[in-house]
C-alpha cells in the first residue's frame, strides 16, 4: 500500500551493528505497529503505538526498540542486531475504532544480519 | 516475500473456478477477523474483514463466512484469476472491543493458479 512506506526496502549488516528501520504513513492514522516475518510463521508483534506519546511492547520486544516521532513516522532500531534478527519486517497502521480496525501494511523490509 | 510460501499448505486451483481457502482461529473471545493477500515480495494486503455478530460478508468476487461454533473461517474467491497466486492468511482480535487492536495472525495459505 503506497500509503504506508518503509524504508530501507533491503539491508545487510552484520552482528553487533546498530540499525534502524523507518516507517511513514499519509493514512492519518493514530495507530502504528512493528512486526517481524519468518517462514512458516504468522506476522508477530513487535511493538505498537497509539500515538505520539504511547509506545507499548509486543510479543517479541526483546532486542527492538521504537520512536514514533510523529503522528506518520514510527522507527524500529535493532541496537546490536544478531543474526536470529533475520526476517522481513513489516510497519503497518490502523485507525481508531469503527470500521478502521482493518490493519494496512507497508511494502517491508528485508533484513539480512551476517 | 519470497520465502513466505515455504511449508504452507498449498491449494492449487484451475483458473476460472472458485477457491475456498480455511483457517481454524483460536480465541472463542475474538470479534474481529481480516483475511490479507500477501504476493511475493509485497506486504500483506487487506482483502476483506467481518465482526463477530456477522456469519457472512461479501466483496468483490470474496466472500468471508464465519462459523463462531466451530471457530472456522473461510474465504471464498470467485472464479479465480492468475492474479490470485499468493499466500493467503486470516487475522483475528481476541481483544473484545480493541481496545489494544492486537491481532493474531495465521500462517497461511499458498493458492496457486493453474492456467
Known amino acids: 500500500d503506497a500509503d504506508v512506506t518503509q524504508t530501507p526496502r533491503n539491508r545487510i549488516t552484520k552482528t553487533g551493528k546498530r540499525i534502524m528501520l523507518e516507517c511513514s504513513q499519509t493514512?492519518?492514522?493514530?495507530?502504528m505497529y512493528w512486526y517481524r516475518q519468518d517462514p512458516g510463521l504468522g506476522l508477530r508483534l513487535i511493538y505498537y503505538s497509539f500515538d505520539v506519546k504511547d509506545i507499548n511492547k509486543g510479543e517479541i520486544s526483546d532486542g527492538y526498540s521504537v520512536s514514533r516521532q510523529a503522528q506518520a513516522k514510527f522507527s524500529l532500531s535493532l541496537e546490536s542486531a544478531i543474526p536470529n534478527q533475520t526476517a522481513l519486517y513489516f510497519c503497518?497502521?490502523?485507525?481508531?475504532?469503527?470500521?478502521?480496525?482493518?490493519?494496512?501494511f507497508g511494502p517491508g523490509t528485508r533484513l539480512l544480519v551476517l | 516475500g519470497e520465502n513466505v510460501g515455504l511449508h504452507l499448505p498449498t491449494l492449487s486451483v484451475q483458473e476460472g473456478d472458485n477457491s475456498i481457502i480455511n483457517c481454524a482461529y483460536s480465541?472463542?473471545?475474538?470479534?474481529?477477523f481480516i483475511w490479507y493477500k500477501q504476493e511475493s515480495g509485497k506486504g500483506p494486503q487487506f482483502i476483506i474483514d467481518?465482526?463477530?455478530?456477522?456469519d457472512k460478508r461479501q466483496g468483490q468476487r470474496v466472500t468471508v463466512l464465519l462459523n463462531k461454533t466451530v471457530k472456522h473461517l473461510s474465504l471464498q474467491i470467485a472464479a479465480t484469476q492468475p492474479g490470485d497466486s499468493a499466500v493467503y492468511f486470516c487475522?483475528?482480535?481476541?481483544?473484545?472491543?480493541?481496545?489494544?487492536?492486537?491481532?493474531?495472525f495465521g500462517t497461511g495459505t499458498l493458492l496457486a493458479v493453474q492456467p
Open positions: 467481518i465482526r463477530s455478530n456477522m
Open positions: 503497518a497502521t490502523s485507525a481508531i475504532g469503527g470500521v478502521g480496525e482493518t490493519q494496512y
Open positions: 487475522a483475528e482480535r481476541p481483544d473484545y472491543g480493541g481496545a489494544t487492536n492486537k491481532l493474531i
Open positions: 480465541n472463542s473471545a475474538s470479534d474481529y
Open positions: 493514512k492519518g492514522h493514530d495507530r
